[in-house]
């Protein structure tokens, strides 16, 4: 059986063994990204700090080492849900377990003109009165008859909503073609404090049993949970070092072990 492994750059994971202090944050985990010829440059710039590098380790391929299963990771660097149901529904395999390791709701994606039309770009939607950063596009509503703004975007409550309905298609896919499944939060999501009642409407309508600890706080999703730990590359670099990946994917094995039991595996 294989174990395919959705999320964001989490799911990719990394080599770095354990915390490095002072690490920079451009050595993972893009240490795994890059070409042969960055990684060395990179090897050689750091190389007081590297030492111990390992093969890319994240808990989706910690988990299928445990179960003895193949492993695909169908992860990539600041995608977003939208791009994970995506890749889900033209990816998953009858005969594989599927990992989701949600990302921040505040990500989305566009099609763009790259690549004869093909290449779905990461953005953020933020509110017209933030700073606009890199990939950030202001979400600035428009302007009625008497030259003022209509409303101001709920960017936050609008990104639960919208997390919530991924998950309930993305279960109903994977019910529909008998495929089991566990989705977790790799970054926090807010789901323990509901920004609104069709919010609240909507996680009524998720299958927890299929979820890790969905409706947790901050602390106890991928991101946070490793960060209080120490368990990250850097106090600059909040990714899961190679120890958080495993001692992640520990917390996730026994409900992955009663899922696969479920489906009669």
Request: glycine fraction near 8%.
């Given at each position: 059986?294989?174990?395919?492994?959705?999320?964001?750059?989490?799911?990719?994971?990394?080599?770095?063994?354990?915390?490095?202090?002072?690490?920079?944050?451009?050595?993972?985990?893009?240490?795994?990204?890059?070409?042969?010829?960055?990684?060395?440059?990179m090897?050689?710039?750091?190389?007081?700090?590297?030492?111990?590098?390992?093969?890319?380790?994240?808990?989706?391929?910690?988990?299928?080492?445990?179960?003895?299963?193949?492993?695909?990771?169908?992860?990539?660097?600041?995608?977003?849900?939208?791009?994970?149901?995506?890749?889900?529904?033209?990816?998953?395999?009858?005969?594989?377990?599927?990992?989701?390791?949600?990302?921040?709701?505040?990500?989305?994606?566009?099609l763009t003109t790259a690549d004869n039309n093909s290449h779905w770009h990461t953005w953020k939607q933020v509110d017209a009165n933030d700073p606009v950063g890199y990939k950030d596009l202001a979400f600035d509503p428009w302007i009625n008859k008497e030259g003022q703004r209509e409303y101001k975007p709920?960017?936050?409550?609008?990104?639960?909503?919208?997390?919530?309905?991924?998950?309930?298609?993305?279960?109903?896919?994977?019910?529909?073609?008998?495929?089991?499944?566990?989705?977790?939060?790799?970054?926090?999501?807010?789901?323990?404090?509901p920004l609104t009642n069709e919010c609240k409407k909507l996680i009524n309508k998720i299958d927890l049993n299929y979820c890790y600890n969905l409706q947790a706080n901050f602390d106890n999703c991928q991101h946070g949970w490793c960060l209080q730990k120490g368990l990250t590359v850097s106090e600059i670099d909040e990714h899961p070092n190679v120890q958080g990946q495993k001692a992640w994917g520990d917390l996730l094995l026994p409900q992955c072990k009663e899922i696969l039991k479920l489906h009669g595996h």
């Open positions: 059986m294989k174990l395919l492994h959705f999320g964001c750059s989490f799911a990719m994971g990394n080599g770095i063994p354990n915390f490095i202090k002072g690490l920079p944050a451009e050595v993972a985990p893009k240490l795994h990204w890059k070409t042969k010829a960055k990684r060395q440059q090897f050689t710039k750091y190389k007081d700090k590297l030492k111990n590098i390992e093969e890319p380790m994240s808990c989706g391929k910690h988990i299928a080492n445990a179960l003895n299963f193949a492993y695909t990771r169908e992860a990539d660097n600041g995608i977003s849900n939208e791009m994970i149901f995506r890749r889900l529904i033209s990816t998953a395999e009858k005969q594989s377990f599927v990992l989701i390791g949600l990302t921040g709701y505040n990500r989305r994606e566009g709920a960017i936050e409550e609008e990104g639960q909503i919208r997390t919530a309905i991924q998950i309930i298609y993305m279960q109903a896919f994977l019910k529909t073609n008998n495929i089991p499944h566990l989705i977790f939060n790799a970054l926090y999501n807010g789901f323990d404090q």
